[in-house]
């Protein structure tokens, strides 16, 4: 990703102080930014193979800086997975989004 579009959109990430957690991987799957968040070797690979099988992400959920979460929504062409943990006001949300630079 070219230096000045990452830059751009770490400085969007840190204005956005509703998100307590932010984690944004290259196209290899590598931690190009985070926050609040420590992202695993594992998670890596998994994130980067989730959108390929909408039936074993679903089914199994996806593990966020080691809390698992239950995979509500699956939009493979649109590149958005997102689901919770949680109850109520104890749980928490995530929202893994593809995106396309170039």
């Known amino acids: 990703m070219d230096p000045a579009k990452l830059d751009a959109l770490k400085q969007q990430f840190e204005e956005k102080d509703e998100w307590s957690q932010i984690a ?19 998670e890596q690979r998994v994130w980067m193979n989730a959108f390929g099988d909408r039936d074993s992400t679903v089914g199994n959920g996806m593990q966020v800086d ?35 630079v170039g």
Request: with cysteine.
């Open 66 to 100: 080691g809390e698992h979460f239950d995979v509500h929504r699956f939009f493979g062409d649109e590149g958005l997975i997102y689901g919770r943990r949680g109850y109520g006001g104890d749980g928490a949300g995530f929202c893994l989004y593809k995106v396309r």
């Open 24 to 42: 944004m991987v290259d196209g290899s799957g590598r931690v190009v930014y985070s926050r609040g968040v420590d992202v695993s070797e594992e």
